[in-house]
């Protein structure tokens, strides 16, 4: 009889998850960048109540359909969901106002891999995403790579982190370095301090 693999107690997913419950408040406006199948934003409606509010994009109609599904499974009526790019996030919240926000780089669960992010819209997402949270906001950012959309978004992004000024954030890379193939890998970000206006988009 074969014997029975163990369930992994660590995944991209339940490591941003507990990021998530530890730095989301009740009456919080927090963001789903990258919405997918609706999971994240589910996650957030719950943690910010019936005081709070998530605005969620993707640029997938089916991922905007399935969010809201999810959504109205559960019976939370405190979300936006956007068919928008992440990169306009500036256009739907004020600078500063902003308590979390999480993307999901790389491709729609049980939808196309051909479709995908792209280093570009990414990165300026992120660079707004900055300037819309507030000092003590945070970020949580699951990065999957390989197969069809390659390493170029990935290196582009560890690229980017680093440009980050460590006076004003704090950047922390969680790896599976004995896991085979591509796994994916979760990057937190949070806001410690109001960098100058002159710093406060990073060199792309």
């Known amino acids: 009889m074969p014997s029975k693999q163990p369930q992994r107690q660590l995944s991209v997913l339940n490591l941003a998850h507990s990021f998530l419950r530890s730095h989301v408040h009740t009456g919080d406006l927090c963001i789903d960048a990258t919405a997918g199948r609706g999971f994240d934003t589910a996650v957030l409606c719950e943690l910010v109540g019936d005081e709070g509010k998530v605005l969620a994009f993707d640029i997938q109609q089916d991922a905007v359909d399935s969010t809201k599904q999810l959504l109205a499974e559960k019976g939370f009526s405190n979300a936006e969901v956007h068919l928008d790019s992440h990169a306009h996030l500036a256009e739907y919240a ?3 106002s902003v308590s979390c926000i999480v993307f999901n780089f790389g491709w729609l669960p049980r939808g196309s891999h051909e479709i995908y992010t792209h280093a570009d819209s990414s990165i300026a997402a992120l660079n707004a995403g900055l300037k819309l949270l507030k000092v003590g906001g945070a970020m949580s950012l699951c990065i ?3 197969g069809a959309n390659g390493f170029s978004e990935r290196d582009a992004l560890l690229d980017y982190f680093k440009t980050l000024d460590s006076t004003y954030y ?6 599976f370095p004995n896991r085979t193939g ?23």
Do not use: H, M
């Open 94 to 96: 004020e600078n500063g």
């Open 144 to 146: 999957y790579y390989g």
């Open 170 to 175: 704090t950047v922390l890379q969680c790896q």
């Open 182 to 204: 591509c796994p994916p890998f979760v990057v937190f970000i949070t806001k410690d301090a109001q960098p100058p206006e002159s710093q406060t988009e990073a060199e792309s």
